[in-house]
């Protein structure tokens, strides 16, 4: 199997949906830039130059890091959809893609949530949570080490899904999540968010306040989260990013200092059973009680010095 034969699988949703993401950050920074003009600053907290720039560097990043793994994991997805799946699911009818799309978006929700509550995962996973702004260009400041996403992917080719399938779907899912990265849009009808992951909803996961933390992992469906108890709705606008800020706008800091701190952890831990802790307990996993820090005994989150637009 050829680059050239598998490049047509990697071309999903996201490569088309490129210009869409640009054009959508333009009207939005206008929108920050008259809202300005006409002293209304009725929504939000706008741009910030250096926070955008990170997020587009990290974004552009991710996508050429994503392109390479997509074409490993389809040679070994593939080989195990052709000789090990026990049956194969048609690509063909309408109702393969419905399922596929449900299946795809629980395994999304399966992964984000080990992501937030597993600190090897989190790792990784904090760099597109460090930005204190919300808004279309957080939607692209994505991590660089997607580990995660291939272990939560693995059973579905042997669920007798197509690889290229899962592709096309997984990209229209983070297609539809980026329009949920925006303080422009309020709460929409109820039935809408009652199902779906809105703009709302995906404000609140990015929310630092301590009634905001771990909630909702949802990709396109919040339904998950109300069906698995980590459904949170928007009470307040949130404050953003970690609860201990990152201070910097790095990117390679931004993707890695969490890697860094774990490694000095696991380095310092006197047993075996603390440094599995540290690596496989939720973020601030403590060795002295063996239980998370308290949301509220973290730092506050203290936003950036910068003018925003």
């Known amino acids: 199997m050829s680059f050239a034969s598998v490049w047509p699988a990697l071309q999903n949703p996201i490569s088309y949906a490129i210009p869409v993401f640009f054009v959508c950050v333009g009207i939005e920074v206008a929108f920050y830039v008259w809202d300005a ?5 009725a929504v939000g907290k706008g741009y910030l130059r250096a926070d955008s720039r990170a997020s587009l560097m990290m974004g552009t990043g991710a996508l050429f890091l994503m392109i390479g793994i997509k074409f490993v994991t389809l040679i070994a997805f593939s080989a195990l959809w052709v000789y090990a799946a026990p049956w194969h699911i048609p690509a063909s009818p309408w109702w393969s893609w419905l399922l596929i799309t449900l299946v795809v978006d629980l395994s999304w929700y399966c992964n984000h949530r080990f992501s937030h509550r597993v600190r090897i995962g989190w790792a990784g996973h904090q760099a597109h949570h460090s930005s204190e702004y919300f808004n279309f260009t957080t939607a692209l400041r994505q991590k660089w080490n997607p580990w995660s996403e291939v ?19 997984f990209g229209a899912n983070l297609v539809y999540q980026f329009f949920s990265h925006t303080e422009t849009v309020p709460k929409l009808w109820k039935p809408v968010e009652f199902v779906f992951n809105t703009p709302s909803h995906h ?4 929310g630092s306040d301590p009634v905001y933390l771990d909630r909702n992992y949802g990709g396109i469906l919040i339904i998950w989260d ?13 404050t953003y990013g970690l609860t201990t800020p990152v201070g910097s706008y790095n990117v390679l800091y931004l993707q890695y200092h969490e ?4 490694w000095r952890d696991v380095k310092t831990a006197t047993s075996l059973r603390d440094k599995l802790g540290y690596v496989f ?8 009680d063996g ?11 203290r936003r950036p010095a910068g003018q925003a637009v």
Not at 151 to 169: E, H, M, R, T
């Open 37 to 41: 003009s006409h002293e209304a600053r």
């Open 203 to 206: 404000r609140v996961h990015h």
């Open 291 to 301: 239980a998370p820090q308290l949301p509220g005994q973290k730092d506050p989150v």
């Open 259 to 262: 890697y860094g701190n774990l």
């Open 226 to 238: 109300r069906l698995l108890g980590t459904f949170q709705e928007e009470i307040h606008l949130p």
């Open 151 to 169: 272990v939560f992917w693995l059973p579905l080719p042997l669920l007798g899904f197509q690889p290229k399938s899962i592709y096309v779907v």
């Open 281 to 288: 307990g939720p973020p601030g996993w403590n060795p002295a």
